[in-house]
């Protein structure tokens, strides 16, 4: 075990089916590859119980529930010392009062917690002082968090640091490893016919219908593009809204150029398989799935709204449209849809910008280095 090992827990007791829970087994796995000994902790039947389990990781399952849960704070407490953890690096802010309880119980561990959303509702109660009083360190996933943090939370900016989320681009993440795979047969896209695509969840917030109606303004001009849509509805309202934007591409008449191929396990080689990829979030802290373009040498499109403008630099990896406006929207896409050539060599910077500030490496090795801070602050491990 290599000497600046540091025992951490990785702990999110939400049942949720996003980003953030997928990240926490992502870090948690690259920790460990780099010499860190490393749990994760969960609710089982969760998306996390289940990519943990699938990756081998060392876990432990919780019931932990609200903000005062005495018998699973015993439970934790009794685990953390037998395991001898030396940070806890919580992911869901609502899980914080358990683990400061149970830590002080433990010998008064360190906490640091990543804040994956953005708040949009100030905290300045006696609670939230309490609770963020206790928590030795905050990462936020972009600038954007990293201000709010500091706004809604009052918190000191010294307190504060920014670790853009990362992905495998060496092993998953790598154009040079799907070679020459084409997924067009699968989404019923005609060979070489170049494809617009869409990545994310079919619901309001995500506006894939700004995409579609840009789409469809463009359909005459580029009769030879088609729009993929990858994701699916979930829950009613998205089923509902989902059924509306089929209907209208129904009306519109281009049911053989809009493809709804629902949730994909292998995302790397349907990125690969787009030629431009658009986003048009009403809002999004970051917003990975443009990150995942990138790296497979796609140019991007998203709005000046939220993270997104942290990822893309117009001109360079892709070009950024006035939020909401459906005309600036599709005078973008038209100036890459138009050519090709400039696709290829935004497509070739956006991978560098990926390796450059949204490597999984770099991450590990900043949240490593964030414990080893708080640590030395603590007065422990020093001198490394």
């Excluded at 690096?89 to 309880?101: E, G, V």
């Excluded at 970051?286 to 993270?307: K, W």
């Amino acid at each position: 075990m290599p000497a600046e090992s540091i025992r951490n827990l990785q702990v999110i007791s939400s049942p949720g089916v996003g980003g953030r829970e997928i990240d926490v087994p992502v870090l948690a796995r690259k920790l460990i590859s780099r010499g860190h000994p490393t749990w994760v902790m969960c609710r089982p039947d969760t998306l996390v119980a289940r990519l943990v389990q699938a990756w081998n990781l060392p876990s432990e399952p919780t019931h932990m529930r609200g903000y005062l849960d005495p018998l699973n704070i015993l439970a934790l407490a009794r685990w953390l010392k037998r395991n001898k953890i030396e940070i806890i690096h919580a992911h869901w802010s609502r899980d914080l009062s358990n683990l400061i309880l149970a830590s002080g119980l433990a010998g008064n561990i360190p906490i640091v917690l990543t804040k994956h959303v953005y708040a949009t509702e100030n905290k300045h109660d006696l609670f939230h002082a309490w609770v963020y009083r206790h928590t030795n360190l905050v990462i936020a996933i972009s600038d954007l968090v990293a201000e709010n943090v500091h706004q809604t939370l009052r918190l000191p900016r010294e307190k504060i640091l920014t670790i853009y989320n990362g992905i495998e681009l060496n092993q998953q993440w790598n154009p040079g490893l799907t070679g020459d795979s084409d997924l067009r047969a699968k989404f019923k896209v005609p060979a070489g016919n170049p494809i617009l695509g869409y990545v994310g969840r079919l619901n309001r917030g995500k506006r894939p219908d700004l995409i579609m109606e840009a789409f469809a303004r463009l359909s005459g001009r580029f009769a030879d593009w088609h729009f993929v849509l990858a994701g699916k509805a979930v829950g009613r309202s998205e089923e509902h809204y989902a059924e509306g934007l089929k209907q209208k591409i129904r009306d519109l008449g281009l049911t053989e150029r809009v493809h709804f191929i629902g949730y994909q396990t292998d995302m790397p080689e349907v990125m690969h398989t787009f030629n431009i990829l658009a986003c048009a979030s009403e809002f999004e802290s970051l917003g990975m799935v443009m990150v995942e373009a990138m790296a497979m040498q796609r140019p991007v499109v998203g709005p000046d709204s939220g993270g997104v403008p942290e990822i893309i630099e117009p001109g360079k990896n892709g070009e950024i449209f006035r939020s909401g406006d459906i005309a600036d929207l599709t005078e973008k896409l038209a100036g890459l849809m138009a050519d090709p050539d400039r696709c290829g060599k935004m497509g070739g910077l956006g991978r560098e910008i990926a390796k450059r500030k949204f490597n999984l490496d770099l991450m590990a090795e900043q949240v490593a280095g964030v414990f080893q801070k708080v640590l030395n602050m603590r007065g422990k491990k020093s001198g490394r």
